[in-house]
Every structure is written in structure tokens, then in C-alpha cells.
């Protein structure tokens, strides 16, 4: 707990009986096992999941796992956080309880239930929803208990209701294994459905459907399969445009999105269908807005369009896609660094106005950065291409001025063979 180290420091001590016996930290969720001793919810758990079947302090074995919560200690600790806080001690939150398995399955009996009146199924899939985005835990007790066919098929089950769309605001919540992702894919009326969803008039439900897309995509192993859902009338313009919603007001649009965007484009016959919905110009948009783990994957998504003719021409139509490009290299990561490299090595390799571009963006500099980092061999590999390809693009006096660069004498070497 942050505020229960400083204070040690200042000379408070915290009482011995508010100490976890593991962490011997200040316990912000004690609880009580089956030898009556009590440890930290965390730490406890901790020690289970590795594998121990006996109590760390008595050493008697745990008849079960319970873990009973101590509701006077925690309001102890919290009283003793309360009055030491001029000494910078915060105030515990008081603990969510870990869903309950049996009120989890009643629960989804009810959701499931087609004998339930509406409302009441909508109480039970809310409920659970709320559950879920409470903590993994949660979520694991949760999948646990067959949810995830239950919920699949109330969401095909129930088509344009609003307990199929609460149904899929909680399934996207948990990974799909290969069989019910295959479930999905190979049924062409509930890809159909979901490429539907898109254009629903609520974007938390095209969201949604996005996620279910990229998660049964990505979760496919066939390629035929893969195509069948990328080959789906108007799939790609309703993935595209829900990356065009303000990053303000819709997070998880942009980066939902782009993940759905990525594994449709895995399938190189259907890229040429993203980049006539807009791909190109949507992703060159919205590059600066992407967090790190998304940048990377709108980076090789580009440079799969890339690939493409009509990807190339798209991209190099853009003014921002070449310097953009080129500012990226090694500010982001190694991967996107990579990916980077490879789609401006496409670009170059099939317009004369990109290899300017890119000369004019100051990707010399960029490259012989590159090729003296650590950076992936495969970056590297890239970039070498990228400097013989560009070799005759040169001012005259750009490599004579690259005494800045230990091995400026190798980036020659790599310009001249």
C-alpha cells in the first residue's frame, strides 16, 4: 500500500496484527482461512495458486480453501489509516467481495432462462456485467460456469433485442476458445448479424460487435474461414468507422477498432476491400491519437495495405503517410519501428514522389540512426533495402555531411553495392 511505507519512515509504526504474516504489509482485504489465521485476500490467493496446500504460519493443512472475509479487522485498519492520515497513511478502500460461484450460475440460469420475462433476464446479464468488470477473478468464476455458450447463444438467440446486445457487451468481456470462435465464423447468418451491429444506431453496441469480430477472427485458424468474414458486405466500412469517433468521448473505439482492423486485413485477398472503405486514410488520421500497443498494430496494418497496389497508391496519396512514417522510427518501439521501415520500403519501392518524400522527411538520418541501434534484424534488414533503394534520391551532400554517424561509412558501403 502506498501511504503504508512513508510513514514507517516518519516513525509509525503499524500494529503487528494489521501486518499480512506473508507480505508483512499493511492487509487492505484481510481474510480468514480454515485454521482461523488471516492473511492479505492477495497474498493468500498467492500462496494457493503456487501450489501450497498448508497454512504459512501454523503449517496444518488447509481442510479447505475458503477465504472468509474479516470484516472487524479491515474496519480496524481503515479506523487506524483514518487517524494517522497527517502522517500521509491512506485510508484502505473497503474491498469488493469476489463474485459468489452459486449466485453467478443462478444468475446465468435466469439470463438464460426463455421462460423469464425480459426484464428479469436483463437484471441477471446486468448484474453479471457488473460482476465481471470488477476484477479477473470475477471473470474467471464467471467463464467457469459454461458463460461464455450461454451468452453466445443468447446473442444469436435473441437478434436486434436488447438482451442480445447486453449479451454481447458481456461475452466480449472473456476469450473465446478455437471451437466457439469457429461456431461464429463458419455460420454466415450471425457474421451477417454482427456485421449488422455495426451501423446500430448506439455505438457501444458497434463496438461490441467489433470486439466479437476481431476476438472470432483472431481466434480462427483457417484461412478460409478468416475470409468468409472479410469478405462480408460492408464489414470493413463499419470497423472504419467506428475508429472515426472522438478518442474523447468513445476510448474504446479507436482501439477496438484498429484490432478488428488488423485481423480482417490478415487475409490478403479481402486488403484490397479495406483500403477502397477508407483504411488508408483513417489510420494516417488517427495515428497520433493510438496508445502504444495500438500504434504498433496500426503500424502493421499499414504496412500490410501496404502490400497491396491499391494500398500503396492510397497511402502515398496521403501528404501525411511518408513524413509521418519516417518521424516514427525508433520514437515508439522496435516493433513499430519494423513496421514502419517495411511500409515505407513498400512505399519507395513504388513511387518516385514517396522516395522525395521521404528524403525531403529526413529519413537518412532516421536510417543511419536504424542501422547502429538495437533495433530488430529485421528492422535493420529494412532499412538497409530502404538506403540502397534510395540511393540515387540523395541530395549530393547528404552523405558527405553524415560525419555525425560512426558508420556512415557502412551506410555508404550499403548505398554503393
Given amino acids: 500500500m502506498p501511504g503504508s511505507l512513508e510513514p514507517l519512515d516518519l516513525g509509525i509504526q503499524i500494529p503487528y496484527h494489521f501486518r499480512c504474516p506473508i507480505s508483512l504489509e499493511l492487509m487492505c482485504d484481510p481474510v480468514t482461512v480454515s485454521t482461523g489465521q488471516t492473511y492479505d485476500r492477495a497474498s493468500i490467493e498467492s500462496w494457493v495458486a503456487t501450489g501450497n496446500t498448508t497454512c504459512p504460519v501454523t503449517r496444518a493443512p488447509l481442510t479447505d480453501f475458503s477465504l472468509i472475509p474479516n470484516h472487524t479487522l479491515r474496519r480496524l485498519i481503515q479506523d487506524w489509516c ?101 461456431s461464429v465464423v463458419s455460420d454466415s447468418d450471425r457474421i451477417a448479424y454482427l456485421s449488422r451491429l455495426l451501423f446500430h444506431s448506439s455505438i457501444d453496441v458497434r463496438i461490441n460487435s467489433a470486439a466479437l469480430i476481431e476476438i472470432v477472427v483472431a481466434g480462427t485458424r483457417s484461412p478460409e474461414l478468416r475470409a468468409q468474414v472479410s469478405n462480408v458486405d460492408e464489414i470493413f466500412e463499419g470497423v472504419i468507422e467506428i475508429m472515426k469517433n472522438p478518442i474523447s468521448s468513445y476510448p474504446r473505439a479507436l482501439k477496438i477498432g484498429v484490432k478488428a482492423l488488423f485481423a480482417l486485413c490478415l487475409v490478403k485477398q479481402t486488403r484490397t476491400k479495406a483500403v477502397s472503405a477508407g483504411a488508408a486514410e483513417t489510420l494516417i488520421d488517427r495515428l497520433s491519437d493510438f496508445e502504444k500497443c495500438d500504434a504498433e498494430r496500426a503500424l502493421a496494418t499499414i504496412e500490410l495495405l501496404c502490400r497491396v497496389p491499391a494500398g500503396c497508391a492510397a497511402f502515398a496519396a496521403h501528404a501525411l503517410t511518408v513524413p509521418l512514417l519516417v518521424k516514427i522510427i525508433l520514437k515508439i518501439s522496435d ?26 522527411a529526413g529519413v537518412l538520418t532516421q536510417l543511419l540512426l536504424l542501422v547502429q541501434s538495437d533495433c530488430t534484424d529485421r528492422a535493420k534488414r529494412k532499412a538497409q533495402l530502404l538506403l540502397k533503394l534510395l540511393r540515387d534520391s540523395w541530395p549530393e551532400d547528404s552523405i558527405g555531411n553524415s560525419d555525425d554517424f560512426p558508420c556512415s561509412e557502412v551506410v555508404i558501403r550499403f548505398c554503393c553495392s
Fill in 82 to 182: 483514518v487517524a494517522n492520515r497527517s502522517f500521509g497513511v491512506e485510508r484502505i478502500p473497503t474491498p469488493k467481495q469476489p463474485a459468489d460461484p452459486a449466485l453467478v450460475r443462478s444468475l446465468l440460469t435466469q439470463a438464460s432462462s426463455e421462460s423469464n420475462a425480459t426484464p428479469s433476464r436483463l437484471t441477471a446479464l446486468r448484474r453479471l456485467r457488473g460482476l465481471a468488470r470488477d476484477s479477473d477473478k470475477n471473470r474467471s468464476v464467471i467463464s467457469s460456469l459454461n458463460a461464455r455458450e450461454i451468452l453466445l447463444q443468447v446473442v444469436f438467440a435473441n437478434i436486434d433485442s436488447e438482451l442480445s446486445h447486453e449479451s454481447l457487451a458481456l461475452l466480449v468481456m472473456f476469450p473465446l476458445g478455437e471451437s466457439e470462435c469457429v
Fill in 335 to 360: 516493433r513499430a519501428t519494423e513496421y514502419a521501415a517495411g511500409a515505407l520500403l513498400s512505399l519507395c519501392s513504388e513511387s518516385e514522389m514517396s522516395q522525395r518524400d521521404a528524403v525531403a
